[in-house]
C-alpha cells in the first residue's frame, strides 16, 4: 500500500510453525515485527497495533407479518476473547490533526516488535462457517496528521488442542441397527448392520478403520456404505441454524438377497479439516461416523457413530499404560478381528492442515441429501466393554452333558436351530453362563460360557408353543445379557 511517502506497511511473526503458519493456544506469547519503508522522511502521530480475537454468528431469516407483508429477521451473537492495544511509536492520542507531538521516521525500512499474551482461558479453535466464524488478528495502524491512516490487519491462527490420548476419546464406538421391509401385507426378511471403530478420537491425515457385517435376508438388492460428516451449529437470540457437509465417503459392494458383506478394517481417511469445537458458546463444530445400507425405495438403515477430531495424534502403543494396551487388544474382539500394530504415530494437525485447507472450506452436501430423509435425531452411540469369559475344554463336558454341549455349539442367534433337550431337564442362560439341572436328583450341574460377536445388540422375545402340555418361552439379548429358560412337562 503507498499513501504519501509510505512505500509499504507488513506484518510478521515470530513464531511460525513447519508450513509457516502462525499457530498458537491459550497461554501462549504472540510476538513479531512491524514492518515499514518509507521513501523519504515522514513525520507521524503515532503507530499501534490492536490484537483481537471473537467468536461470532451471523444469519437472516426471512418472516411472514401477515397481510402479504414480509420482513427478514436478523440474528447475530458474539463472543470477545480478547482485545489487546498498544502503542509503538508515538502517543496515543485521537487527535491525528494535531501538530504537537510528532515522531520523525527517516527514509528507508524498519521493524518495531510488539508482542503480547494470549489469555490462560479456553480459545475457541480457528474457524470460517457459513453462518459464524471464529477469528484472531493483529491490525496496525499508522497515524499522521491530516492523511487518513494506513492500515493492515494479518490474522493468525490458534488452536485449543484436544488431546485424542484421554480415555474417553481412547474408547470405541459400536452398534447394530437391524429393519425389515415391508410392502403391503408381504414381508420380506430383516437387513442387519453391525459396524464398530476402535476409538472416538482422531486428527486429520488418519485412516478410521471400520469393522462392519451387514446381512441382507431382504429381497432388494442393497449397497452398504459409510460418510464422515461435519455438523456446523450456530446459536443466537436463544435460535440454533446447523449446516451439515460431507468430509469423506467410502462405497460397498453391491449385497444381493442372503448375501453378507465384512467389512474387516476397511479404511476411511480423514481429509484436512478443522477440529472439533467443543468449548464456544456460540458455534460449535462435531463429527460422526454414518455407516449405513442403501435400500433402494425404502429408508436407509444407519448407524450414527460420533467422533472427535483432535489437534494432538495418538501415542504410539507402546507408549501406552498396560491397561490401556490391554483394552486396545480386547476391543476387536467382538469380531474374532486383529489390528495391525502401529508402528508410528501419525502427523500433527499442522502437518497435515495448511492455512489453504483451512480457509477454503468444505463442499456442502449434495449427492447425499437422500440421508436427510433418513435422519430422525442424534443415535445412540455407546463405549463398548468385554467381559466375556472363554469357553470351557471340551473334555469338562463332554461324557456327562454331551446334549448339552452339542446344543451349544448348534446355537447360532436363530431361535429355530435350537433343538429341545430330552425331558426332566431344565435350562437356564443368564448372563453369558448356561447351567443344566437334571430333575431326576443326579444333580448335574454345569456351567458352558458364551461369547458372541454381537455387543449390545437389540432385544427381543417371542414365545412358542408346541402343544398344550409344552411351553416354550425365549428371551433373547445379544451380548452381556443373555437368557435362555426351557421347561418341559
Excluded at 57 to 75: F, K
Aim: glycine share 6%; hydrophobic share 35%.
Amino acid at each position: 500500500m503507498v499513501l504519501g511517502k509510505v512505500k509499504s506497511l507488513t506484518i510478521s511473526f515470530d513464531c511460525l510453525s513447519n508450513r509457516n503458519i502462525p499457530v498458537y493456544s491459550s497461554g501462549d506469547i504472540v510476538s513479531g515485527r512491524i514492518g515499514l519503508e518509507v521513501t523519504g522522511e515522514i513525520r507521524v502521530k503515532a503507530l499501534k497495533i490492536n490484537a483481537r480475537g471473537h467468536a461470532k454468528v451471523r444469519w437472516s431469516e426471512s418472516r411472514n407479518a401477515g397481510s402479504n407483508t414480509a420482513y427478514t429477521q436478523n440474528y447475530t451473537e458474539e463472543v470477545e476473547y480478547f482485545n489487546h492495544k498498544d502503542v509503538l511509536v508515538g502517543h496515543a492520542r485521537d487527535d491525528d490533526n494535531s501538530e504537537e507531538g510528532l515522531h520523525t521516521i527517516h527514509s528507508g525500512r524498519h521493524e518495531y516488535a510488539f508482542s503480547f499474551e494470549l489469555p490462560q482461558i479456553p480459545l475457541a479453535t480457528s474457524f470460517e462457517g457459513k453462518h459464524g466464524s471464529v477469528r484472531y488478528w493483529v491490525k496496525a495502524e499508522l497515524h499522521r496528521p491530516w492523511l487518513l491512516p494506513v492500515k493492515l490487519k494479518k490474522e493468525f491462527t490458534v488452536f485449543e488442542h484436544i488431546d485424542i490420548n484421554t480415555p474417553s476419546l481412547l474408547s470405541p464406538q459400536a452398534g447394530t441397527k437391524e429393519k425389515t421391509l415391508c410392502c403391503w401385507l408381504c414381508t420380506s426378511g430383516p437387513i442387519s448392520l453391525s459396524a464398530k471403530i476402535e476409538r472416538k478420537g482422531y486428527i486429520p491425515g488418519e485412516s478410521i478403520q471400520i469393522f462392519a457385517e451387514i446381512e441382507n435376508c431382504s429381497s432388494r438388492m442393497v449397497v452398504p456404505k459409510a460418510t464422515i460428516y461435519q455438523t456446523q451449529a450456530f446459536y443466537a437470540k436463544g435460535k440454533m441454524k446447523e449446516v451439515r457437509q460431507l468430509v469423506a465417503n467410502l462405497r460397498g459392494e453391491s449385497l444381493s438377497s442372503g448375501k453378507t458383506e465384512t467389512w474387516n478394517g476397511k479404511q476411511l481417511k480423514i481429509p484436512p479439516v478443522s477440529p472439533s469445537i467443543l468449548d464456544c458458546s456460540i458455534i460449535r463444530v462435531e463429527y460422526s461416523l454414518m455407516v449405513y445400507v442403501d435400500i433402494p425405495g425404502a429408508v436407509d438403515l444407519f448407524l450414527n457413530l460420533p467422533l472427535v477430531i483432535g489437534t494432538i495424534p495418538l501415542h504410539p502403543f507402546g507408549t501406552r499404560t498396560s491397561s490401556v494396551s490391554s483394552q486396545g487388544s480386547m476391543d476387536m474382539n467382538w469380531l474374532g478381528l486383529t489390528l495391525p500394530e502401529r508402528l508410528e504415530a501419525p502427523p500433527s494437525y499442522a502437518e497435515v492442515v495448511t492455512g489453504e485447507n483451512r480457509q477454503s472450506g468444505l463442499a456442502p452436501v449434495t449427492a447425499f441429501d437422500d440421508f436427510q430423509r433418513a435422519l430422525q435425531g442424534p443415535l445412540f452411540a455407546y463405549i463398548q466393554e468385554f467381559r466375556f469369559l472363554p469357553p470351557p475344554l471340551y473334555s469338562e463336558v463332554l461324557h456327562e452333558v454331551p446334549w448339552l454341549l452339542h446344543h451349544a455349539i448348534s446355537w447360532s442367534c436363530r431361535p429355530g436351530r435350537f433343538l429341545l433337550p430330552p425331558p426332566q431337564q431344565t435350562i437356564t442362560l443368564t448372563k453369558g453362563h448356561l447351567s443344566c439341572n437334571n430333575q431326576d436328583s443326579s444333580k448335574v450341574n454345569r456351567v458352558i460360557r458364551f461369547s458372541h460377536w454381537f455387543s449390545h445388540s437389540y432385544s427381543f422375545s417371542f414365545s412358542l408353543s408346541v402343544s398344550l402340555s409344552l411351553s416354550f418361552p425365549l428371551y433373547v439379548s445379544l451380548g452381556n445379557i443373555f437368557v435362555f429358560s426351557y421347561c418341559y412337562r
